[in-house]
């Protein structure tokens, strides 16, 4: 598909820090208007878990570089894939939140997922969430949001998703997590997490998740 081809496909651009529920939103947002979904966020959880694998230090750019370049990936529904295996709850684990955040900040790793992101944009059209939808990858997008919530209710949010999945989890640890992924997340020098401008800002702290779609699919009307 040709550039000129896929600028025309709209994409909705769905950016906010960590737990602020973009990712529900977002695949809600698609959901109702059949809409494609692109998770940028497991795709950096995907290279630190890769890197984990195999004992390489999230430290280290020029080691993940070629792990960002080759991973073998397949999203299937809800279901991630990682050379094969099944994934999905794994990377939602905090470590790997943790890790997804030191693997982002060095600008090769970024670099190596453009296109891999790129091509999610098919038609009908695609809900993206990260933190420099955008920004980075689809500055044209025609609607542009940017989700946030206080820190104690990402916390609690977070708190209530492990629970659910099976993990064990600790809310103030959570609190503490939470404000250093936003520290680092919006201080790296490349594709900080920032809005744009233009972008429509939600506050969901008293939202119900119902509300926040709704508000989404209002924008993207009128855009
Ligand atoms: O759900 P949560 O926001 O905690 O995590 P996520 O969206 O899965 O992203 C995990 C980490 O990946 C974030 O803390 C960011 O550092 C990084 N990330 C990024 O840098 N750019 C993106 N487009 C998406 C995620």
Do not use: C
């Not at 999610?120 to 689809?138: E, H, N, W």
């Amino acid at each position: 598909m040709s550039s000129a081809n896929q600028s025309n496909i709209p994409v909705i651009a769905i950016d906010g820090p960590t737990a602020s529920g973009k990712g529900t939103v977002a695949q809600l947002v698609a959901q109702r208007l059949g809409y494609h979904y692109l998770d940028s966020g497991a795709l950096y959880r995907l290279v630190g878990l890769a890197s984990f694998q195999r004992g390489i230090s999230t430290a280290v750019e020029a080691d993940l570089i070629p792990i960002a370049q080759n991973l073998n990936v397949n999203f299937q529904g809800d279901r991630i894939f990682l050379e094969g295996q099944d994934v999905s709850d794994q990377i939602r684990q905090e470590v790997m939140g943790q890790r997804a955040s030191e693997v982002a900040v060095h600008p090769g790793v970024r670099q190596a997922l453009v296109a891999r992101q790129q091509a999610f944009r098919q038609s009908p059209g695609l809900v993206a969430d990260g933190r420099d939808m955008a920004s980075v990858i689809f500055t044209d997008a025609q609607t542009k949001v940017f989700l946030t919530a206080t820190a104690e209710a990402r916390a609690e949010r977070r708190y209530k998703q492990l629970i659910a999945k099976g993990f064990s989890a600790n809310i103030d640890v959570l609190l503490q997590d939470l404000r250093e992924r936003d520290a680092r997340d919006a201080n790296r020098s490349n594709s900080p997490l920032k809005a744009v401008e233009g972008a429509h800002h939600l506050d969901t702290t008293s939202m119900t998740i119902e509300e926040a779609v709704n508000q989404v699919l209002k924008w993207h009307q009128a855009d």
